[in-house]
C-alpha cells in the first residue's frame, strides 16, 4: 500500500526566512502534486510534476521530484504571511485513478 | 468562472437521517471523485467514477453510496449518517488518467455536520 509522508507536519517561521517541506513516498509513481488549503477551504493546485528531475516555480515557492529517491521538496522562498496555510503533496499510484495524500504541513508565517 | 460546484457548501442534517451532496462540472471531464476530509487530516478518496465505471474503495463504508446520472453531474448519498461522518466532502474532477498531462480540479467542498 502507498504511503506518503509529509515532514514536518506544523512548521512555524518568520517572515523572509526561507524553509523546506519535503514529501516522501514508498512505492514507484512519477507523478507527484502539491496541493494548498486555507481553513475551511478546499483543495487549490500549486504544482504538478510528471517526471525525474522535475522542477517547477511559482513566486516565492519551488517545488522539485527525485522519483529514484521518492521524494519531492516544497522550497518558501523569503516568506510572507499570505503563504500561512497547509500545504499537502499527494501521489498517484501507478496504475491507480487516484491521489494518495500526505498528512499536511501546517505553515504558520510570523511577522 | 467555478468549474467544479459543490451544493450546498454547508449541510446539517440529523443522525440517521439520509443525506445527498450535489457536484457539478462544467469542464466535461470523464473521471469525477469524491473525498472525505475530517479535521486536520489529509483527504481520503471514497470513490470515483471513470465515465460510468463505478469504483469503490476497499475501506469505503456501506454507508456511502454514489450516483453519476450524466457527464456533468456526481451526487454523493449518506443513507444513515453518524457523528463520525461528520467531515468536509471534497468533489473533484480529471479529464483521464491522473499524470498523463492531466490533473485533478477540487470543488469548494461541502461541510457535513451531523447533529
Known amino acids: 500500500e502507498l504511503k506518503v509522508e509529509q515532514n514536518p507536519l506544523f512548521l512555524s517561521m518568520q517572515e523572509g526566512k526561507n524553509y523546506t517541506i519535503y514529501c516522501n513516498y514508498s512505492t514507484t509513481s512519477d507523478r507527484l502534486y502539491w496541493y494548498r488549503q486555507d481553513p475551511g477551504k478546499s483543495l487549490e493546485s500549486l504544482f504538478v510534476l510528471l517526471s525525474n528531475g522535475a522542477v517547477k516555480q511559482e513566486g516565492r515557492l519551488m517545488a522539485s521530484l527525485d522519483t529514484k529517491a521518492r521524494l519531492s521538496t516544497l522550497h518558501i522562498t523569503a516568506a510572507v504571511h499570505d503563504l500561512s496555510a497547509t500545504y499537502f503533496c499527494?501521489?498517484?499510484?501507478?496504475?491507480?485513478?487516484?491521489?494518495?495524500f500526505g498528512q499536511g504541513t501546517r505553515l504558520t508565517i510570523n511577522p | 468562472d467555478a468549474m467544479v460546484i459543490q451544493n450546498p457548501r454547508y449541510q446539517v442534517t440529523q443522525f440517521g437521517k439520509p443525506v445527498t451532496l450535489s457536484c457539478s462540472q462544467t469542464?466535461?471531464?470523464?473521471?469525477m471523485y469524491w473525498y472525505q476530509q475530517k479535521s486536520s487530516q489529509a483527504p481520503k478518496l471514497l470513490f470515483h467514477?471513470?465515465?460510468?465505471?463505478?469504483?469503490n474503495e476497499a475501506d469505503t463504508p456501506d454507508n456511502f453510496q454514489s450516483r453519476r446520472p450524466n457527464t456533468s453531474f456526481c451526487f454523493l448519498d449518506i443513507r444513515s449518517p453518524g457523528l463520525g461522518d461528520a467531515a468536509m466532502y471534497l468533489c473533484?474532477?480529471?479529464?483521464?488518467?491522473?499524470?498523463?498531462?492531466?490533473?485533478?480540479?477540487f470543488g469548494q467542498g461541502t461541510r457535513l455536520t451531523v447533529v
Open positions: 469542464l466535461n471531464h470523464n473521471v
Open positions: 473533484a474532477t480529471s479529464g483521464g488518467v491522473l499524470g498523463q498531462g492531466t490533473e485533478a480540479f
Open positions: 499527494a501521489v498517484t499510484p501507478e496504475g491507480a485513478q487516484k491521489l494518495v
Open positions: 467514477y471513470y465515465d460510468k465505471d463505478f469504483n
